[in-house]
């Protein structure tokens, strides 16, 4: 499998990361921008993939029991980027794993932002986007830690992975502050059809991200010791969800 979906240099893509405070409807939100999450169908390869490309091996993260997934992860300064890819120890009937499982090359999926999961929740039923959790979620680091967080999804939304889910890691340090570092985030960019309404609903909890009309494309810009990396979804990864199959 060609695990690339990545070409170097880049577009001008607007916001960096952002953390913003505004009350609304009484509820005081600080939401941030967490990680990105870029797919592949072999995670070994994908690896391989992030050593060439950033000159930095990604560390193994661990499996995510019930999604068919597991992870490799490196920091990019104020966020960090997560490696997806089917685990083959699990089945992968109906759930995340299986919608990598046949990619022929890696690309973005989707991108994640960490705040108060009843304040979100609560700002998006208010916009009329239904969510599902909080989940909880747990997985050991290969140290032997565990690591627990929980995780809300967004159900309906016809942005696909260009509209986040969220997290937060409760008690847990943030991966971005102990995994590997392979650069510096630098811009986010999305283009959706009804980019008013991606907008709209971005800042609705406090994310401030420029959103432009256009087909189906997340791309980010990191600044990376080999020079400057652009990921971007493919055809294959535009309208993938990730979850519980949204």
């Known amino acids: 499998m060609d695990a690339s979906g990545a070409d170097q240099g880049g577009p001008d893509t607007g916001q960096g990361t952002l953390q913003l405070m505004v009350a609304r ?12 999450m870029y797919a ?8 391989e993939w992030a050593a060439d490309t950033f000159g930095v091996p990604a560390a193994y993260g661990g499996e995510h029991v019930g999604l068919g ?3 490799a992860l490196l920091s ?5 980027l997560e490696i997806i890819a089917p685990d083959p120890a699990q089945s992968l009937e ?3 794993g299986a919608q990598f499982a046949d990619l022929t090359s890696g690309g973005m999926v989707t991108w994640a932002a960490e705040g108060d999961l009843s304040a979100i929740a609560r700002t998006l039923e208010m916009t009329g986007m239904s969510t599902e959790g909080p989940h909880r979620t747990r997985r050991k680091t290969q140290s032997g830690d565990l690591l627990v967080w929980d995780l809300l999804f967004p159900i309906g939304s016809l942005h696909s992975g260009r509209m986040p889910f969220f997290i937060d890691w409760l008690e847990c340090t943030n991966p971005k ?3 590997p570092v392979g650069g510096e985030f630098r811009a ?21 991200i420029a959103v432009s009309a256009g087909p189906p494309a997340l791309s980010v810009a990191i600044d990376s010791p080999r020079g400057e990396v652009l990921l971007a979804s493919t055809d294959e990864t535009s309208d993938m969800q990730f979850g519980r199959i949204r």
């Open 25 to 36: 409807g009484g509820d005081s939100l600080t939401t941030r921008i967490d990680h990105f």
């Open 40 to 47: 592949v169908a072999s995670l070994d390869e994908g690896i």
């Open 69 to 71: 997934t597991r992870n």
């Open 76 to 80: 990019l300064g104020s966020t960090y």
């Open 94 to 96: 109906g759930n995340a």
């Open 177 to 179: 502050d102990t995994n």
């Open 188 to 208: 986010l960019a999305i283009t959706t059809p009804d980019a008013d309404d991606l907008a709209g609903v971005l800042r609705s909890v406090d994310l401030d």
